[in-house]
């Protein structure tokens, strides 16, 4: 018996595909009416109980069709984690339907192509309403459009894995009176982009935003004889390359993003860590109500008196009332020469008893403290089984 001819394979695979994509729409269709279940019954997003014996009995339900343990953990960790997402939209435009619109005008840094601006698809995808992008050549535009009402939201990058805070959004936040109403974790994979078809030995000029360049220090490291100039953004450094059309040209950015410039990688996985990810803040004019079935994240900003022990009476406030802090962040107050403001990220809801009496005694015992955010956490947790867990139960 001949084996079926590779085309007469490939067109099987493809509808297979396509009828495996039918289901996952399903599901996530029996997924929303679940939300529905919950918002009207008050009940959490998460079931960490139910989510354990899903996925052990999935896991088994794998190992008799001959998959394999880790296989069918990682693609269900996935599918769970866009249920959740997909559910705390559905319970954040309930609770706040004053923000459900037919325009989503969003700012952000750079133009198409840019971390921020896949940040930015990424975030609004699981929103109504049209996507307006509003491109920016710095945070301080950013900003100023929400301000002045040119925006209904920005998007900014806060923080990342390999290179750390970013400070200048830091300082952005202390003079805004913008409230923080989202966040997002985006992966970022640098790769070195090119217009034509070169080598790594012919490029002597390479363009990336400060930041990127930091990520990927030990990549260029190894490098000679390369001029490093910094860019506005990424989009803004693959502009530059697709504009020049030299061999001896290139830029740092995704994979994805040098696509939309034409552009082709020659290397990739540049960064220090390679498990590199940017932790994005969304912010608009109004602060959002959280439902309580929403795992919730509260983002503050404090000084402290200028005493022995000050910061360390005011995170025992944290302590005492059961409140997790996870990331603790000081910069400078400008005009007052070695005085810092404190930024903090908690774990919980404003509207929870346990963090209003935490804020209200932190208001006490600082001389400054405001909220800039309380916004459902988008950090989902993966289901807490292994695979090695889900054979050893199987009968």
């Known amino acids: 018996m001949t084996s079926a001819p590779l085309s007469s394979v490939r067109t099987a695979i493809s509808e297979l595909d396509a ?29 960490p109980q139910r989510e354990e014996q899903l996925l052990v009995k999935l896991i088994q339900e794998g190992q008799k069709l001959g998959l394999n343990a880790h296989y069918v953990t990682k693609l269900f960790h996935v599918i769970i984690e866009d249920s959740v997402l997909n559910q705390q939209a559905m319970l954040s435009a309930q609770a706040n339907p ?24 990424k975030y609004f995808s699981r929103r109504d309403g049209e996507l307006h992008e509003i491109g920016c050549d710095s945070f301080g535009e950013i900003i100023q459009k ?78 000679t004889d390369i001029e490093v ?27 994805a993003g040098g696509k939309l410039y034409g552009l082709n990688a020659i290397e990739s996985n540049l960064a220090n860590q390679k498990e590199n990810h940017s932790r994005f803040i969304v912010v608009a004019q109004n602060p959002v109500e ?41 910069r400078p107050i400008n005009g007052n020469p070695w005085e810092e ?11 929870d008893g346990k963090m209003q009496q935490a804020i209200k005694q932190l208001k006490g015992a600082t001389r400054f403290c405001k909220v800039l955010g309380c916004y459902p956490s988008e950090e989902i947790k993966p289901t807490a089984v292994s695979a090695v867990q889900a054979l050893n139960e199987l009968t």
């Open 341 to 351: 403001m404190f930024y903090l990220d908690i774990e919980g809801n404003l509207q």
């Open 229 to 255: 100039k910094p860019a506005d953004s990424t989009s803004a450094a693959m502009l530059i390359v697709n504009e020049l059309q030299r061999k001896d040209v290139a830029a740092i950015g995704s994979e």
């Open 98 to 121: 004053n923000n459900v619109t037919p325009l989503n005008r969003v700012a952000f840094l750079g133009d198409k192509g840019s971390y921020s601006y896949l940040a930015t698809q």
């Open 146 to 223: 929400v301000e002045s009402n040119q925006a209904d939201y920005a998007v900014l990058p806060i923080e990342n894995t390999s290179s750390g805070s970013i400070n200048e959004v830091y300082d952005q936040l202390q003079h805004t009176r913008l409230s923080i109403i989202g966040e997002l974790t985006h992966p970022v994979k640098h790769a070195l982009l090119v217009a034509s078809d070169t080598e790594l030995s012919q490029i002597k000029v390479l363009y990336a935003h400060p930041q990127v360049f930091s990520q990927c220090s030990h990549f260029l490291a190894n490098l």
């Open 290 to 330: 959280v439902p309580l079935q929403i795992p919730a994240k509260t983002t503050l900003v404090m000084a402290t008196t200028q005493t022995p022990g000050a910061l360390v009476n005011a995170l025992m406030v944290l302590k005492d009332n059961d409140v997790n802090m996870t990331k603790l962040e000081s």
């Open 19 to 47: 009828k495996l994509l039918e289901l996952l729409a399903q599901r996530q269709q029996l997924t929303n009416e679940v939300a529905r279940t919950k918002i009207k019954n008050q009940i959490d997003v998460r079931d």
